[in-house]
């Protein structure tokens, strides 16, 4: 009820009627990896969560030592995430300040960014400093995984979005279907193979 009463209020940036399925949020952190005997603990970033679809499927994978940060812009999805998992860090804030918020708290560079934003409907000039933002904190050979709904794949500003990822990412994006949420949905991964410099 929560989530339906801020898309009325706020549909452009709330993107959604529903919150995602388990389907989805378990093909959404599909690409997650966990080398075996890695040196360092796994940073970790999710922007969008909302009531928390995908952060239930990234905590059950979370070892002691990893690094979490949400970035969420409705106030009231922040303080319903902070009580679900009090001991992850959430911060209200725009997914734009993506890389002060990496900077201020020692994050970079990132292993892994979820994405649970509406980029079908954020304005472009928004979704422009987001795609510039994770491009320099994402290290190279880290991943970020969103989605699109079947029926927003082919809108233009989702196109130009996928464009601006796939320029900024120097990779091409694999792609998981899952039928099984409102509505079906593409959840899409691109590698970071370009030579950014990180926070
Ligand atoms: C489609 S909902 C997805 C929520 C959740 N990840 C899920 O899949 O159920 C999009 C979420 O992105 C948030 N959002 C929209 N614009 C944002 C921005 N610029 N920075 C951070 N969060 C934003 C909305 O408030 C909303 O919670």
Not at 119 to 147: N, Q, S, Y
């Amino acid at each position: 009820m929560l989530f339906i009463r801020r898309f009325i209020q706020n549909p452009r940036s709330v993107g959604a009627v529903a919150p995602s399925s388990k389907w989805l949020a378990s093909a959404m952190v599909a690409p997650m990896a966990w080398p075996a005997g890695r040196v360092r603990a796994a940073h970790i970033v999710e922007l969008g969560p909302g009531t928390g679809s995908f952060t239930r499927a990234i905590a059950e994978r979370l070892g002691p030592d990893d690094r979490f940060l949400g970035v969420e812009l409705e106030p009231i999805f922040v303080d319903t995430l902070r009580r679900r998992w009090p001991r992850l860090e959430f911060v209200c804030a725009s997914a734009e300040s993506l890389r002060a918020l990496v900077s201020e708290r020692g994050l970079g560079p990132v292993d892994h960014i979820v994405s649970g934003l509406p980029f079908a409907t954020l304005p472009a000039d928004t979704t422009g400093r987001i795609v510039e933002a994770i491009a320099h904190a994402l290290r190279p050979g880290g991943t970020f995984t969103t989605f699109h709904y079947l029926q927003s794949y082919g809108i233009p500003p989702a196109v130009a979005f996928r464009r601006q990822m796939t320029s900024a990412l120097a990779s091409t994006p694999s792609m998981r279907f899952v039928a099984r949420n409102l509505w079906p949905a593409l959840a899409l991964t691109w590698v970071q193979q370009a030579s950014s410099p990180n926070p």
